[in-house]
Nanobody
Framework: QVQLVESGGGLVQAGGSLRLSCTAS????????MAWFRQAPGKEREFVAG????????DYRDSVKGRFTISKDNAKNMVYLQMNSLKPEDTAVYYC?????????????????WGQGTQVTVSS
């Protein structure tokens, strides 16, 4: 049974930093992409960043490039999202997702497994 468990959310002032963690278990993810999505109140869920479990490919939405960094620890089966220079518009529930695919896709329907989400709130 695949499980993705996020942690690390919280309340931070604009300009601050947070690191989200996702612990993955239940299968081998070597053919998978791992991604972070977010959903703000009243808005659709959107892709934030993703990477290949095997290899070095990463992808970011334009609004977080240069501020967010996605990384992984294969030995610990963990994926991270380091978020710096946070803005109020980054406020959302952040979800970890895993999907078997080539490359890294931005569509949420490409991902088979989802965590429960962690709240990130950035105050102005």
């Amino acid at each position: 049974q695949v499980q993705l468990v996020e942690s690390g959310g919280g309340l931070v002032q604009a300009g601050g930093s947070l690191r989200l963690s996702c612990t993955a278990s239940g299968r081998t993810f070597s053919s998978y992409a791992m991604a972070w999505f977010r959903q703000a109140p009243g808005k659709e869920r959107e892709f934030v960043a993703g990477l290949r479990w095997s290899g070095i490919m990463t992808d970011y939405r334009d609004s977080v490039k240069g501020r967010f960094t996605i990384s992984k620890d294969n030995a610990k089966n963990m994926v991270y999202l380091q978020m710096n220079s946070l803005k109020p518009e980054d406020t959302a529930v952040y979800y970890c997702a895993a999907g078997r695919m080539d490359g890294v896709r931005r569509s949420d329907w490409s991902y088979d497994y989802w965590g429960q989400g962690t709240q990130v709130t950035v105050s102005s």
